[in-house]
């Protein structure tokens, strides 16, 4: 994301409020875009409702959003980082031809298997076979979405990718309105399926338009599958780590069962949610500043070691990343640190806006300190991917992942009042784990760097 990263920074020379206001308006819908127009989505549809929509419907509907997002970013965790570095190299040998052909290749694989494993998971559901139906094309859609925000990454067009998302979501809403009262609820997630179909289309046309067509299969691309075998379990146990909590919680005993077998879990999925749209504004300053401020350092390192200059020339260059990296991470702790404090103390008025329970106001706290940490372990993990540690960004994930399990599973024994303090937890570990593996590669990455070169 570097890439625009540096074509939205372009836009804050303009020296004005409403520039800079842009900048980071499309950063944050590059950063989360599929993720808030589907927030947008639900919030909308749900703010209005047809006579004889009830609300068994409503929770249909929303429940099946959830779990399609849910298990489509984790299906496609394990081919989207092996995916960006095979491009990533491609690209630093100059064959951007080799774009399209990997897209296809990898929308061959993601297509096939993810048929086969969303008819599996939705087949026990006490559903109409339609609504079955179109809730494997949402998921097929949705996945194709994520992987195609990959390849777009490459293009740089920003504009393109915000039009679309907004175009999209304007058609999910109206469309979804349209077809209700012809087709009940089937025609409800109809409508929303086709415009997340038109997301789709839309970012495939850019592509189309921006790479030469090529090959339809890559066989190149399977072999880092077993050269990088680390980014494609990090892509999809990192995932399943966001996510495990909010799975586990749908099994809880105090949860509910939408339809055989839907679950859903009213008290806990509101406030986390909730609270991770915090964590936009973050992402947007990382996207903007942070990362490609530190690319620029980390180009200029390797660039001196590459050109054989001087130790001391190199070292210096460091001691420039070093000092912008902890800058940088001050300005990020500060302004989300401030935004979580603020939604902390303004949690009782929130509450009452969104139409929460009093009861979940403790959890939407302990959920919001939560984002925070998360955030700065994205960070974090990003930073470790820059100095290829993939085996410590493994680890990292690993502990993410136990122990968000381990101590979700302590906090449903210890019952309501210690909700959300094991997803939280789960993430200060995880991230004092990530920390550490930093500071060690930001100290050694001298020695890391000339170490891992070949002898001849």
């Known amino acids: 994301m570097a890439g625009i990263g540096f074509e939205l920074r372009k836009m804050l020379r303009g020296d004005s409020f409403l520039s800079e206001m842009s900048a980071y308006l499309y950063a944050a819908m590059v950063s989360s ?17 047809y006579s004889g929509f009830s609300r068994m419907d409503q929770d249909i509907f929303r429940t099946t959003i959830v779990y399609v997002y849910a298990f ?24 951007e031809k080799v774009t399209l052909t990997a897209f296809f290749t990898s929308a061959l694989v993601l297509l096939a298997a993810g048929g086969l494993i969303s008819v599996g998971g939705i087949w026990f559901f006490e559903l109409s076979f339609i609504y079955k139906l179109i809730a494997v094309i949402l998921f097929l859609v949705v996945a194709m979405i994520w992987l195609t925000m990959i390849f777009l990454s490459a293009v740089k067009d920003f504009r393109s990718i915000v039009q679309g998302f907004a175009v999209g979501t304007m058609c999910s809403v109206g469309i979804a309105f349209f077809l209700y009262p012809l087709f009940g609820l089937d025609g409800y997630l109809l409508g929303y399926t086709l415009g997340q179909a038109v997301i789709f289309f839309w970012l495939l046309a850019r592509l189309l338009a921006e790479f030469p067509p090529g090959r339809v299969w890559d066989s190149a691309l399977f072999s880092y599958f077993i050269k990088y075998w680390e980014l494609a379990l990090i892509g999809m146990f990192f995932n399943l780590a966001i996510w495990v909590d909010k799975i586990m ?80 991470l001050r300005e990020i702790l500060i302004v989300q640190g401030t935004l979580t404090m603020l939604c902390i103390f303004m949690a009782p008025e929130f509450v009452d806006l969104v139409g929460l329970s009093p009861l979940q106001q403790p959890l939407l706290q302990i959920a919001l300190v939560g984002s925070l940490l998360q955030v700065m372990l994205s960070v974090a ?15 990292v994930t690993l502990v993410f992942l136990l122990s968000n399990v381990g101590l979700t599973w302590l906090s449903m024994q210890l019952g309501f009042t210690f909700y959300g303090y094991g997803y939280c937890y789960s993430c200060f570990i995880a991230l004092m784990c990530a ?4 500071s060690k590669s930001v100290r050694d990455l001298e020695y890391l760097t000339f170490s891992s070169q070949p002898l001849f």
Request: charged share 20%; with cysteine; net charge neutral.
């Open 33 to 49: 875009g599929p993720w808030l127009m589907s927030v947008l989505c639900l919030a909308v549809l749900g703010l209005y409702s």
């Open 435 to 438: 920390y550490h593996l930093v």
């Open 381 to 395: 993990v990003i930073i470790l991917f820059y100095f290829d540690q993939r085996k410590e960004v493994l680890t």
């Open 249 to 328: 919680f749908w099994f809880a005993p105090d949860s509910r069962m939408v339809v055989p077998y839907l679950r859903t879990h009213d008290m806990y999925e509101g406030p986390i949610f909730f609270a991770y749209l915090t964590i936009v504004p973050t992402l947007s300053i990382f996207l903007v500043k942070t990362e490609t401020k530190f690319y620029e350092h980390y180009h200029d390192y390797f660039a001196k070691i590459i050109s054989k200059e001087d130790l001391s020339s190199i070292l210096q260059e460091k001691k420039g990343m070093i000092k912008m990296l902890k800058e940088s």
């Open 72 to 95: 489509s970013l984790i299906y496609v965790g394990y081919i989207q980082l092996v995916v960006t570095r095979y491009l990533a190299d491609r690209f630093y040998l100059g064959d």
